[in-house]
Each structure stands twice: as structure tokens, then as C-alpha cells.
């Protein structure tokens, strides 16, 4: 296979031409291997759109451990037209050998289909790289027990003898949703210390989810950028996300468009803004989230005492007209700072109806009423399987009358 590779300072990666190059065997992938071969200092190789086999991904397994000098490790979108049944031992061997990389900094393992089933040869490395600092999986269909899988191994991580590096947490498109959020905010806790970007974008995450790792986020003193786009708050997410930024005192990038925060939401997180903690956020991205005059008023204010540093402010499709004074407002606040183009185009903006209220309340009603539905399904699900275990049908008549159902 005639497969060309570019070396650019000590980078190295596929060429564009072969973009689409699939490696089978350790004959395909040897031309590649002389080329690493030939420059055993590279600090980062770049694999990205080509298709890795498992002989392949053996044979390179194999010349990964020499790259002493190897920071960052792009693995992403490798696994193109390859079966369930090859992926895990490939992804696998890479990752096996990455560990024996002792510079290693940076894994993207984004764009690979893996499923949770696929998990689970991750965790080796993740659990015990100990410079692992950027953590990279968009997109990899992980799934709830993906999630915990992934999770629990950055959980082992913090405990390395030799401390924790993580810096950088990118997961979205995962559809980790509720499930794997316990998880997820105890391993954001435990690297309280050195934590400082998340990125968790369309996982389907409801506001019981989005607070749990918000929870575990609050510990996260030196957290700089936080994105959930994508998910679900409501008002529920909302408060927690108000209670959270009061933690975040160096936090630079928020990004929470899309997130069905709602009227009532938007009040609880601009007041918490106009306290002025984020005196050094630079990107707040709060589109389609139902925001009105009130809210946007508060931002206005802290855009106007606070925002010093803010450059870019993306609030379209927020119920506001253009040329309403509030918005107004908010264009002077950001020009005082001489930061007049940092707003968004307003293109897709909603008409504010004071009735919004009392079908926002509705809805924020529903909103809870499904979460305790949730809750109340898992308890009668316990009681049905105690039911099955001991045959008794009072005892089961009896736990239900006892049950607390919200």
C-alpha cells in the first residue's frame, strides 16, 4: 500500500491524500512504521481518517512504547468500516501501548464508534497514565454504561500515586444522560485540583443529571470552561448552575445554549452573574433558552459593572426584540468595554408574551412531575423484584403502602 505521511517539526501525520488509507495488515501499516521509525522524537502523531485493522493496530502497538518523546496521541476516527468484533482488541493494543509512553499527554479517541461495549479496553490507560492532562471522546456512543465505565476509570486515575493532571474532560454526543452523571460528578470531584475544562455537549442530560454534576463540579475551583449545550435544565439545572458559578471565580467560557433553561431559569442564573464573581469570563453562549426582559435586564448589569473581559455574547433566539430597550442595554454595556461586536446576530428571536408565564410555570411543573415519576417507577421496580424474590404478596402490599412516592 502506497501510503504517504507528512513530517512538519516533530509532527507527524497521514497525509490528506490518504485520508481514507485502511491498514489490514502489518504489511499495510509498515510504510508508516518506517516513517516513525526515522523520527523517534516526534512529540505528535496525528492518525486521524484512516481505517486501523487489528494486525494493523498490533503492529503499531508495537512501535508506539519508542516514541519516548510523545505528548499528544490523535487516534480519532480509525475505526471506519470496521466491525464490532475487530474494535475493542485494536483499540485496545493502541491504548495498552500509549501507557508505556511516559510523556503522553493528550488522547483523542473522538469519532470512533465504539458503543459501550468498547469501554472497557480504555481503562487501563485512563486509570493509570499518570501525565495524562486532556482527555478527548466526542462522539463515540458510549452510552450510560460507557459512561460509567469511562468515568470510573478517571475515578482510578485520581488516585495514582503520582497525583492527578487532568485538565481537559471532552465528552459530548454520548448520550450518557442521567444514568452515568453520579459518576461523572465523583470523578470531577476528585480532580478538584488540577480540573479546569469540561465539555459535555448533546448527552440528553435532564435538570436530575445536570445538577448531580454540577455538584461535583462546585469543587472544581479552577475550572475555566464549562459547556452543556445541548441538554436539558430547566429551572431545577438552573439553580444549581447559579449556586456552582459562585465556585468558578476564574471561569473564561460558558456555554449552555440549547438547554431549555426557561424564563425562570434564566432569572436564577443572571442574578447570580450580576454578583459579579465571573469578573474573567471572555464567552458566555446562552442561545434558545427562553431568556425574556427580566433576565436579560440582569445580564444587561452584569455585562455593564462586570464584563470587562466578555468578547463574545451569543443570546439569539432568546424572547426579546431586537430593538427593545433591553437589548439596547446590553449592546451599550458590551461598548462600554469597547467590546461592541461581541454580540451574536439576532436573526431568531421570540416574541415575549407576559402569558409565557403561566405556561412556563406549567411547564416547569411537568418538568418535576416527570422526574418523580422517575423516581417513583425505580422504587415500585424494587418492590417488584423483592415481590418475585420472597413470593409474598402482604409483604409487597405492605412496602407499597410504605413507599414515598414524589
Known sequence: ?????????????????????????????????????????????????????????????????????????????????????????????????LLKCPKLEEVNLSDNAFGGRSAEPMVNLLSNHPNLQVLKLNNNGLGIEGG?????????????PEGSKLRVVVCGRNRLENGSSDS????????????????????????????????GLTNCNDLRELDLQDNTMTKNGSIALSNAIKSWSNLEVINISDCLTGGRGGIEIAKSLATGVLKELKTLRLQFNEWDERSLS?????????????????????????????????????????????????????????????????GEQSDEEDEGQGESAKVIEEIKEKKQESGDVDDLVNQLAGAKIN
Open 298 to 362: 440582569l445580564l444587561s448589569k452584569y455585562i455593564n459593572e462586570f464584563g470587562q473581559k466578555l468578547t463574545t455574547l451569543e443570546i439569539n433566539g432568546n424572547r426579546a426584540d431586537p430593538d427593545e430597550d433591553v437589548i439596547e442595554s446590553i449592546r451599550e454595556a458590551l461598548s462600554k468595554h469597547n467590546h461592541g461586536n461581541a454580540l451574536d446576530e439576532l436573526d431568531e428571536m421570540e416574541e415575549y408574551d407576559p402569558e409565557d408565564l403561566e405556561e412556563e410555570s406549567e
Open 148 to 160: 460509567k465505565i469511562v468515568s470510573g476509570a478517571l475515578k482510578s486515575l485520581a488516585s495514582h
Open 184 to 215: 461523572w460528578a465523583e470523578a470531577y470531584s476528585l480532580h478538584k485540583n488540577t480540573l479546569q475544562v469540561v465539555k459535555m455537549p448533546q448527552n440528553g442530560i435532564r435538570p436530575e443529571g445536570i445538577t448531580a454534576i454540577l455538584g
Open 1 to 97: 500500500m502506497a501510503t504517504t505521511s507528512e513530517f512538519t517539526e516533530k509532527s507527524f501525520s497521514i497525509a490528506e491524500a490518504d485520508k481514507n488509507a485502511k491498514f489490514n495488515t502489518k504489511d499495510d501499516i509498515k510504510p508508516i512504521l518506517d516513517k516513525l521509525q526515522s523520527q523517534l522524537d516526534v512529540e505528535d502523531v496525528h492518525f486521524s481518517g484512516v481505517s486501523i485493522g487489528v494486525e494493523a493496530a498490533i503492529a503499531l502497538s508495537e512501535k508506539l512504547p519508542e516514541l519516548k518523546s510523545l505528548r499528544i496521541a490523535d487516534f480519532s476516527d480509525i475505526f471506519t468500516g470496521r466491525l464490532i468484533t475487530e474494535i475493542p482488541q485494536a483499540l485496545k493494543s493502541i491504548c495498552d501501548s
